[in-house]
T-cell receptor
Framework: AQKVTQAQTEISVVEKEDVTLDCVYETRDTTYYLFWYKQPPSGELVFLIR??????QNEISGRYSWNFQKSTSSFNFTITASQVVDSAVYFC????????????FGKGTRLHILP | DAMVIQNPRYQVTQFGKPVTLSCSQTLNHNVMYWYQQKSSQAPKLLFH???????NEADTPDNFQSRRPNTSFCFLDIRSPGLGDAAMYLC????????????????FGPGTRLTVL
């Protein structure tokens, strides 16, 4: 069975601090995809990144970076120099190549950026 | 811009009064999903359509039904809403290129927040 664990339920940091959101996944499949979504207070789930299991290269997009480590089954997300607009709930998710067209979400981490 | 649209954004209904939520997409994606999300929880998949094939989740109550009359539109019908059905309902779409190949990214609409009085 597949599972995504986001152990941090809620995090608060002061603006301009760096913050890392943890994500640990479980799957027996060798081909899988990992995602991060952001859900601001408005409610829409905004896609941030997709990674497949064969690509362990870390990714940086502006202030966002992602660290994919297959050895520890982790796909952590770091925001550098956080801003108040980064306040949201962040979901890590997993899908596998089994044709059921579904993704499994973690429970989410609520991030508060304090001014 | 290609997008996923949900109407209405806010819906208020009375206990037991049927309600329909709509979703449309301009992405021409072949898979459409309906999720229910309650406060401080992850989205919970209710069902999805792979083209015209309907796939219901085992724990989705019979009270929830869906229709997909064409590629662009998908509806969520709640036949007799209860207080426990108050939630955010999210529609998402994705593209599966090969026959049951790897799922592409799911793109979400803004959601419909349902209140049941």
């Amino acid at each position: 069975a597949q599972k995504v664990t986001q152990a941090q339920t809620e995090i608060s940091v002061v603006e301009k601090e760096d913050v890392t959101l943890d994500c640990v996944y479980e799957t027996r499949d060798t081909t899988y995809y990992l995602f991060w979504y952001k859900q601001p207070p408005s409610g829409e789930l905004v896609f941030l990144i997709r990674r497949n299991s064969f690509d362990e290269q870390n990714e940086i997009s502006g202030r966002y970076s992602w660290n994919f480590q297959k050895s520890t089954s982790s796909f952590n997300f770091t925001i550098t120099a956080s801003q108040v607009v980064d306040s949201a709930v962040y979901f890590c998710a997993l899908s596998v190549l089994r044709g059921d067209d579904k993704i499994i979400f973690g429970k989410g981490t609520r991030l508060h950026i304090l001014p | 811009d290609a997008m996923v649209i949900q109407n209405p954004r806010y819906q208020v209904t009375q206990f037991g009064k049927p309600v329909t939520l709509s979703c449309s997409q301009t992405l021409n994606h072949n898979v459409m999903y309906w999720y229910q999300q309650k406060s401080s929880q992850a989205p919970k998949l209710l069902f999805h359509y792979y083209d015209k094939d309907f796939n219901n989740e085992a724990d989705t109550p019979d009270n929830f039904q869906s229709r997909r009359p064409n590629t662009s539109f998908c509806f969520l019908d709640i036949r007799s809403p209860g207080l426990g059905d108050a939630a955010m309902y999210l529609c998402a779409t994705s593209r599966v290129v090969l026959d049951r190949g790897p799922p592409d990214t799911q793109y979400f609409g803004p959601g419909t927040r349902l209140t049941v009085l």
